[in-house]
């Protein structure tokens, strides 16, 4: 199941957890929280589900079938990170992988200030793993991250919001810094509160693509639906979103989408 708001250019969001988990082989459920007028470059307009009805949606869908693994992307509103939150307690969701999208690429918010510390106190820690990219674990760590030293750090202090573990990823970190001798490398670091893992991949050059964060946490969620243990959901996510990202096309004017296809 994927938890998150629209993107009707298909390259994020819920249409791109959606178009991941076909690639993957799990049958894909949905709860919109957000109805977003989107493109691959920018978003206009961020209209928010009540969080009645995104209640309303989980508990409907519940009735036929619980989910196997659930991912959890840009929730807007504090009132629906809270929903979503007694949610897992009362429906009894699986703990969900939880993506905390803070602001878009582009630079429009699609979490309000006020939400993030409800996002911190109520969701986090109900979260089996919590995927930030290096500015979101920044911000919600309060730490600077300037290379692996710094990165573990940021791990740790996110792991004391309470998740069972914390993969900070490192697409934004800019070819990473001479001393640490990763340039031509995309690290992601894994942290569960005992040891940390590196997954590294080589970076693809170009600029990346719109929606990587999506297809990432959607696909740990495919693999941990398919009976993967987490270390190895991560792994061949990784794998997934570095193929789809190779295999990157332009659908107009705007930013390189992922071949979701791929798998």
């Given at each position: 199941m994927t938890i998150a708001g629209s993107d009707p250019s298909g390259g994020a969001g819920l249409q791109a957890d959606l178009k991941t988990f076909a690639a993957l082989g799990?049958?894909?459920l949905s709860v919109l929280t957000a109805v977003i007028a989107q493109?691959?470059?920018?978003?206009?307009?961020?209209?928010?589900?009540?969080?009645?009805?995104?209640?309303?949606?989980?508990?409907?869908?519940?009735?036929?079938?619980?989910p196997d693994a659930v991912k959890i992307g840009?929730?807007?509103?504090?009132p629906i990170v809270?929903?979503?939150?007694?949610?897992?307690?009362?429906?009894?969701?699986?703990?969900?992988?939880?993506?905390?999208?803070?602001?878009a690429s582009s630079g429009a918010r699609l979490l309000d200030r006020g939400a993030e510390r409800i996002l911190s106190s109520q969701l986090i820690p109900r979260a089996l793993l919590v995927t930030p990219n290096i500015p979101e674990a920044e911000v919600l760590s309060g730490i600077k991250i300037n290379g692996i030293s710094?990165?573990?750090?940021?791990?740790?202090?996110l792991h004391k919001l309470g998740p069972r573990s914390v993969l900070i990823k490192g697409g934004h970190w800019p070819a990473?810094?001479?001393?640490?001798?990763?340039?031509?490398?995309?690290?992601?670091?894994?942290?569960?509160?005992?040891?940390?893992?590196?997954?590294?991949a080589d970076r693809i050059p170009g600029g990346g693509a719109h929606g990587?964060?999506?297809?990432?946490?959607?696909?740990?969620?495919?693999?941990?639906?398919?009976?993967a243990d987490l270390e190895t959901a991560i792994a061949?996510?990784?794998?997934?979103?570095?193929?789809?990202?190779?295999?990157?096309?332009?659908?107009?004017?705007?930013?390189?989408?992922?071949d979701h296809s791929t798998r």
């Open positions: 799990v049958y894909g493109n691959s470059a920018r978003v206009q307009r961020v209209c928010s589900v009540s969080a009645e009805m995104v209640t309303a949606q989980l508990g409907t869908i519940i009735e036929e079938r619980k840009a929730l807007v509103a504090a809270k929903s979503i939150a007694k949610a897992i307690d009362r429906f009894g969701l699986p703990a969900p992988v939880v993506d905390p999208i803070l602001v710094a990165m573990r750090q940021a791990a740790r202090a990473a810094s001479a001393a640490d001798g990763v340039s031509s490398k995309v690290i992601d670091l894994f942290f569960d509160g005992r040891r940390f893992v590196e997954f590294a990587t964060g999506c297809a990432l946490s959607a696909a740990v969620a495919a693999w941990l639906a398919r009976g061949r996510a990784k794998r997934y979103v570095t193929q789809a990202l190779k295999r990157r096309l332009l659908i107009g004017a705007g930013r390189y989408v992922l």
